[in-house]
């Protein structure tokens, strides 16, 4: 959807700061501040980032708070974060796991799967990147268990990583952060949607209409974007198999490109595409690895066949920290969600960059966990803030506007939000992850009607990702991720 080897870290204090704006360090490659840690009851352990391998010894966990030092009555971040045994920060993608936060003695106050509504069954991170808030409410010590159940959609013996955790004396805050409400981000969870929320409004009901690719000889392994060009053609990004598949509306196969690797028309991970008026394709390569460092967007022709990309890791302009959703404009100008940097960069159509705006933050203008973006019919910018639980609307200088939305299970109201996408009317559709359902508005956040609910079967979601609509808004097209799938829903034609 979202990191630093001890070496780089002394490699860096060589250069200028100008230089470092252009190099290695990233979120991404974890920076080992102090990767020696203790057991639970190593209490005076507080050093800022944490790293240990699991009781088993099958992957090595790294965890960092923030901010620094965690104090009470203040929201915390916790960073989690699976590697691959051994590597320093080749992250392990698709992994289940739990996390739990204890007072030192072993009573529980809080499990992450239990937030998101199925305590005990274990969440999934398709990154294998997570960010929890929670805020502790008193000093002392505690302790972090981060328990893998799966890797690769595979069951493993449970193994465990605690990290111990000191909570220093401090005042609430006024920062208006810590009076939201606690939520988990980037958590996959079955989930349930209560009755209420699955009814349809009498004038706008979708249903089902069929899905494809989770049968038969063109199999997914992880869709994670769709996109729709205007003749209805329907490109896929199927991130696990480092391939775009490019449909007919109806799900028949009409070509398809990719290999995994950071040469042309190679990926590491791809998660979203956009096309634009004139056919060309273009692709958001979001992994940082030891292996590919692609941070890249990629334009390719309608045929897939590469024309241009631009983009490298770092936090400079046109650079790119794993990017994540990605639009066009009438005016074939491309938006970036620049994900780990907390920002949107926009560009011309080969790559030049125009101008940007956000920051990490709660404030209007800037992200918590940006994600998926849209462009709208008069080319505002519709963001999805994931982590505050928002959608953000701006012009397309990067002026806001407006947003809506909280965290809940209402109408209007978010868990996990991923992809977003406008038809030609200009109403937002938002897919909402973690509530397993799609949420229609009007251009201004005024809720119009949502449909979906957890399960395999039609019209049901498992952890979907992104959504496009057809040129005349008719046909609604979701990447439903788990399910490995890519599902069509449409007005009725009685209403239609």
Not at 207 to 235: I, K, M
Not at 257 to 266: F, K, L
């Amino acid at each position: 959807m979202h990191k630093f080897p001890i070496f780089i870290i002394a490699i860096a204090t060589l250069f200028s700061s100008s230089l470092l704006c252009a190099s290695v360090l990233r979120s991404s490659a974890i920076i080992q501040k102090d990767l020696s840690i203790g057991n639970s009851s190593d209490t005076k352990n507080t050093c800022s980032s944490m790293k240990s391998t699991t009781s088993g010894g099958t992957l090595d966990v790294f965890l960092d708070p923030s901010p620094q030092p965690v104090i009470n009555n203040d929201q915390t971040k916790f960073k989690v974060i699976f590697l691959q045994k051994g590597g320093i920060d080749n992250v392990q993608s698709h992994v289940d796991y739990d996390f739990i936060i204890a007072r030192d003695g072993g009573k529980k106050l809080f499990q992450a799967s239990a937030l998101a509504g199925q305590a005990g069954i274990p969440l999934h991170s398709a990154e294998g990147i997570v960010t929890i808030p929670y805020k502790f409410q008193e000093t002392g010590h505690y302790s972090i268990n981060v328990t893998v159940y799966g890797i690769l959609f595979n069951s493993i013996r449970p193994e465990s990583v605690i990290f111990p955790i000191h909570v220093t004396p401090g005042v609430a805050s006024t920062n208006p952060k810590n009076s939201t409400t606690t939520t988990v981000m980037q958590l996959h969870s079955p989930g349930s949607i209560s009755g209420a929320h699955q009814q349809q409004q009498q004038q706008q009901q979708y249903f089902f209409v069929r899905d494809w690719g989770n049968v038969g000889p063109y199999r997914f392994q992880y869709p994670t974007g769709v996109a729709v060009d205007s003749l209805g053609n329907v490109y896929v990004v199927d991130s696990a198999n480092s391939t775009i598949q490019k449909f007919t509306s109806d799900g028949r196969l009409v070509t398809k490109w990719g290999s995994s690797g950071d040469g042309n028309s190679q990926f590491h991970y791809p998660t979203a595409a956009a096309v634009d008026s004139t056919g060309h394709v273009y692709v958001s390569d979001f992994s940082n690895s030891v292996l590919f460092n692609n941070s890249t967007i990629q334009k390719f022709d309608s045929n897939g066949n590469f024309v241009t990309k631009w983009g490298s890791l770092g936090d400079c302009d046109g650079q790119f920290d794993h990017p994540t959703g990605i639009a066009v404009d009438h005016m074939g100008n491309v938006y970036i969600s620049d994900h780990d940097n907390g920002r949107i960069q926009k560009f011309d159509s080969n790559g030049k960059f125009l101008t940007k705006w956000g920051s990490k933050d709660n404030v209007v203008g800037s992200f918590d966990n940006i994600d998926g973006l849209a462009v709208g019919p008069s080319n505002n910018v519709y963001v999805v803030d994931s982590g505050n639980n928002r959608i953000q609307k701006f012009d397309s200088n990067g002026k806001f506007i407006t947003s809506w939305g909280s965290g809940g299970k209402g109408d209007g109201q978010f868990n996990q939000t991923r992809g977003i996408a406008v038809d030609s009317s200009g109403n937002v559709y938002v897919v909402d992850s973690g509530n397993n359902r799609i949420q229609k508005f009007d251009s201004n956040g005024k809720f119009i009607t949502s449909w979906g609910s957890y399960g395999v079967g039609s019209g049901k979601f498992r952890f979907a990702d992104s959504i496009a609509v057809d040129t005349m808004g008719k046909n609604v097209y979701v990447s439903d991720s788990d399910n490995r799938s890519i599902k069509i829903f449409s007005l009725t034609p009685s209403i239609r």
